[in-house]
């Protein structure tokens, strides 16, 4: 009986009388069926519920698929295509990407992959385009004094009176004579057009003469003093109008003297009143003060390397001082906190530097190693010695050294060690929870927000205020130590949508617990505000990185010159190394901004005879140009690569190779007409930036060529004018790429994230 009227039901899903069907299967569904049958009508009163809209009921029935049979891929690819709809892009893709693992050639997921994409970036592209969600570095940045700058200020109000900058300026006054005053202003405005500075100087002290209480003559002067690098003199011209009596401008121009003395954080406080009269209006000052501020935080940290930080219109940047050639090693960095993927935890490595502890029996096989007398000879010989020092309080840590442990115990695991804090274990817990279940919010935290290094970030500001208040001779550090200990994490943008923190309100509670029950001088009450800020931070920021000089790697080395032990590396699959993977946010690295066409890229290296990161160029940049890396797969195309960095990042990228390729293979660049069939530009998928899309009217009316001749070009960017035209192949591979680029499974990117689709951004300033 329901046998036929299943059947019944697929004629009317085959007729797409979608409606008829649903009551067909919901008759057999209510006559409980057997298994068999009943999976089959699940799956089929999904499919109906997607092609009716109701997408609810179609997941509803795509998890009971699933529960019933999981180990078919029907169920993962009805719950895809109903979470697509749903507009559940992560959801979707991890629903896709279970299905694959039971089958990694079915085509019907691979083709719900690509309507997958193309529903990401239209619904882009269709809410989106042409809005400007990019944040306004400057407005956004802070202005508010840093912690510790009272001391500093005071430092360097002690050098001004010292060097004697604020002295007033000796002026000659006889007898004051405005009229006359006014033409030497005149006069020494025109020298100074000219550019005939000196000459210029001696017509503006002539007019303070006859005019001392002139203050645009006084401004005017310090600007002339300022070009000609005579900076003491110039502020003591500045100075000698008085504070009430300055304008937004004198201001401005006393902060830029000022930065130029090497007096940043009075600059600032310049700059800072300049801004403020000005009523955020003057973008220049403003800009100014950020670029002050920059200087002053991050020079620190580039001493000795080939780049600075500077500040531009997309805030924070990496400049080249010196001219840097492809293949330089521009800096290597060293993450401020970190903490292993809970995705590869069972890699045993040092959680306070990050060394690899892997024994050869962890690569090898204790087996292995004992029936391969050659192995085991070579691995005696060559393994590095390794040390595993767990910490004596409990067993969540294991170090390389009893350096790394007293590290640890005095810069985050104090407050997070189970033998002092009794609410750690719902940590632990959660990590665990976490590995276990696999649903898209819990990978993401298994990657870049694996809870350990969130509740570091609190852990190591809790120590570092400690011991600013033991320094002090307190037990309980006061508000301005406890914003001292936040410094650091200052250089790291939090940008994204508020609110956000309540999606994870059992992670978040786990936080509060347990700094509420750290041990004096330590505990804190975490507001959701600075949950989310805190969150966000690693959003934007985090990078993944690994021991890239591992013990295997070392051994490796080790025998590869000795002939007995040549044979040893076959034993070796490099694609299945067992690897401690780590997400950290690394200060100079985090100041880069993205481009398509990078000119560096981010590799493990070895900071401070740490594992850390190096940044590598790929390309020659002259001193001065920015430096960018890539937080995406380039080799996508541009609609995607936009797509995939405003919902990651919240940008719509403009970068060079952006505006210079066209919005599609099938687009032209310069008329956007649709290129027929088979005149589409070919592309190479998974080879990043080697072939470049580029079909582009432009191009070809300057080659007097007519726009509908559909050229594409081939080569390497950014250098255009050696690449020469071809013939399209009319391949339409357009979408065939992988897959993988979504989400952070790409080591070599940026841990993108994907849930922060918002229109309502928000910047949180003092994180
Ligand atoms: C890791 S930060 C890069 C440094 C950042 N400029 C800062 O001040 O910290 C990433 C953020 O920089 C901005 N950004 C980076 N590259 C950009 C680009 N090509 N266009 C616009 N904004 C960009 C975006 O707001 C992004 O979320």
Known sequence: MSQSILEEGNKFLLAENYKAALSSYNVVLSSKPDAETQIQSLQKRSQCYLA??????????????????????????????????????????????????????????????????KAIVSSYEKKEKGKDMSYNAVNLCSQEPYPGDDELAEYEREIIELKGYNKLPSVYCGMPDPELALKYLQLARKENKAGNLTTALKSYEISLEKDPLNFDTWTEKAAILQKLERHGDAFQCVSAVPAECRSADIWKLGGSILSDLDLPVTSETWLRRATQLSQRKDIEAATLFQKVRVHRLYDPLTKGTKVRIDFTEYGRAVVAKEDVKAGDIIFTDQPTVFAQLLQNMNVLACPNCAKSLMSPQDYFGAPVIKKNKNLKAAVDKYWPRLSRVPCTGCNEETYCSEQCREEAWNNYHEPLCPSINSKVHLLYDLCKKIRETSNSDQSLWCGSFSPVMMARIWASIACHAKRLAKESGHTVPTQAQWALAKTPYRRFIAYGVPGMGKSYAGIYQVMRDIFNAAPEGMSCDISLRDFEGRYFQLACNVQCFSDGCNPLHCFLKSIADKQQYAHLSNLVDPDNVPEANFAGVFPVQACFNHSCANTAEVMDGVCNGRPGIQVRARMDVKAGNEIFTTYIDTSILKRERRALLFRGYNFWCNCLRCQYEGEGPEICANCETKAPEGKHAKRSPGKPDTRLFAQNSISASNQGLPCDVWLYRLGSFPDFSEIPFFEPSGQKELHSFSFSFFLFLSFSFRLSLFFSLSFSLAHFPCF
């Open 52 to 117: 009716l809209g109701d997408i609810d009921h179609a997941i509803e029935d795509a998890l009971e698929v699933i529960k019933s049979n999981p180990d078919i891929t029907d169920g993962y690819t009805l719950h895809g295509k109903a979470l697509t709809k749903a507009n559940r892009f992560e959801d979707a893709l991890m629903a896709f990407r279970k299905g694959l693992e039971i089958d990694p050639n079915d085509k019907v997921i691979t083709e719900n992959l690509r309507e997958m994409q």
